[in-house]
């Protein structure tokens, strides 16, 4: 169970009980889908460890926005299961941004369905052309009528093939670049939608390609006004960034566990692994990074969650510092286990395949270093001009 004392300063009674539940519920529940490691077998679980997480109310507080309950609970998961905090984060990914902007008729619709684990959300953003560029966006979504025509590819789309649900960003303004990106709620049963392939990870989760041939959907089924898509995706990712730090945290918190456990319990030359000097430094570093990465993790979602206007900055430092750390962490938690470190079967090879896509995901690691270099250079531009 992980330790919410280092960060408490952030947290309120409520988090720290939620950390304490999920910790016992997680142990029991999802610890066998831990190492699956069949892509099939993941996307299968998925949708039970979805609904799972449902039933027992974990999923409230992405309704809720609270930031600070979305991170333990990432880091928690995380922890036990790193498929289990993958389909919580997507969870959140999809429903977030109806939870920012949606109607009564679409929360009604969709959101109490995705936090009741009743139906499996989506984000599609990412294209073939349009990675961290969202500008370069080629698929459209043409008005005629009532309705929008919309065609398109999506990849790297996280629950593709299983969500019941896309929140599906496309262009409705050629002419304005970003500022003709407009969000959509697209039900997978809609006529002209396609799975099109799974992608198969070093970690398994559900990961795919999807295509839009002249899907029509309702004018209801935009998500926010024409042309906002774009500040709703950020804003989304915005909240959501610290989060990933947080289940970077998680993971990094098992490797050190497991490192620890085998550093007491392993004999070499005649003495535990642990009196080695070499293995203290390596220990005394992963413990000081790790908790540094916590701190900065949940002073972001406390900002958040206090009605910070922006804190694009925070989340930046969080996220960029927590997956780089976390990835140092695992692989001396790897060197420390020596072979049993890489065997497939060891929660720690697990591990070192599962935290490298964090690095990635929802912003690199360098667009993240770009944001916080912006507003270093813009505050030092400020004071120049005093």
């Known amino acids: ?40 077998l993941a996307r299968r679980y998925a949708r039970e460890i979805c609904a799972s997480l449902g039933r027992g109310g974990w999923l409230k507080a992405v309704a809720r926005q609270d930031f600070r309950a979305c991170s333990v609970t990432r880091e928690t998961l995380a922890f036990y299961s790193p498929l289990a905090d993958a389909m919580f984060a997507l969870q959140a990914l999809g429903s977030t941004p109806i939870a920012l902007a949606g109607d009564e008729r679409q929360r009604r619709l969709w959101l109490d369905r995705a936090i009741r684990g009743r139906a499996v959300a989506a984000f599609a953003m990412s294209e073939p052309e349009a990675g961290s560029d969202v500008a370069a966006m080629r698929t459209t979504a043409v008005r005629d009528g009532n309705e929008y025509v919309l065609n398109g590819i999506k990849t790297f789309i996280s629950n593709a093939g299983i969500a019941d649900f896309y929140l599906l960003f496309a262009v409705t303004d050629p002419g304005e670049g970003v500022a003709g990106i407009s969000a959509f709620l697209l039900p997978a049963d809609t006529k002209g939608f396609r799975f099109v392939r799974p992608l198969v990870m070093a970690d398994p989760h559900p990961l795919g390609e999807i295509a839009l041939e002249d899907c029509r959907l309702p004018a209801e089924a ?165």
């Open 222 to 386: 935009r998500v926010g006004g024409e042309g906002e898509g774009y500040k709703l995706g950020l804003a989304t990712l915005d909240r959501l960034r610290p989060t990933v730090g947080a289940a970077a945290c998680g993971m990094a918190g098992r490797a050190l566990h497991e490192a620890l456990h085998h550093a007491l319990s392993r004999r070499q030359f005649g003495r535990a692994l642990a009196d080695f000097q070499i293995t203290q430094e390596k220990v005394g570093r992963m413990g000081t990074d790790l908790t540094a990465a916590r701190l900065l993790v949940y002073r972001a979602a406390w900002e958040r969650d206090g009605g910070a206007d922006r804190t694009d900055l925070e989340a930046a430092m969080a996220k960029s510092f927590a997956t780089e750390i976390a990835q140092g962490v695992v692989d001396d938690a790897v060197q420390i286990l020596g072979g049993r470190g890489v065997l497939a079967d060891h929660p720690v090879d697990r591990l070192y395949r599962s935290v490298r896509a964090l690095r990635i995901y929802e912003g690199a690691t360098e667009i993240q270093r770009l944001i916080i270099a912006r507003h270093l250079l813009d505050a030092a531009r400020g004071e120049s001009d005093l």
């Open 1 to 40: 169970m992980i330790d919410l004392h280092p960060v408490r300063a952030f947290l309120e009674p409520r988090h720290l009980e939620l950390g304490e539940g999920l910790g016992r519920y997680a142990a029991s529940e999802f610890a066998e889908h831990a190492h699956r490691d069949d892509d099939d």
